[in-house]
């Protein structure tokens, strides 16, 4: 299993980074803006718990909206 984990930015809104998160993930809204908000006061939040090939793709698609994250082992 592995984590993606979000990184706060200065680039993109909150609101955009809620967005991709509902894109992204199928978060609903509360949910995305949870993750954003822990992301942007904590540096970092954990988006998603799942296999190495889906927590890859979820990275690269945050990538692909400019939003930087990583995929870490657990």
Not at 9 to 16: A, G, K, Q, R, V
Not at 35 to 56: D, L
């Amino acid at each position: 299993m592995c984590q993606v984990v979000l990184f706060n930015d200065d680039h993109n809104s909150m609101e955009y980074v809620v967005l991709c998160l509902m894109h992204v993930f199928g978060y609903n809204l509360p949910i995305a803006a949870k993750v954003m908000f822990e992301a942007h006061s904590r540096g970092k939040s954990i988006a998603e718990v799942e296999s190495e090939a889906s927590a890859r793709r979820h990275q690269g698609q945050l990538a692909a909206h400019g939003l930087m994250s990583e995929v870490e082992s657990i």
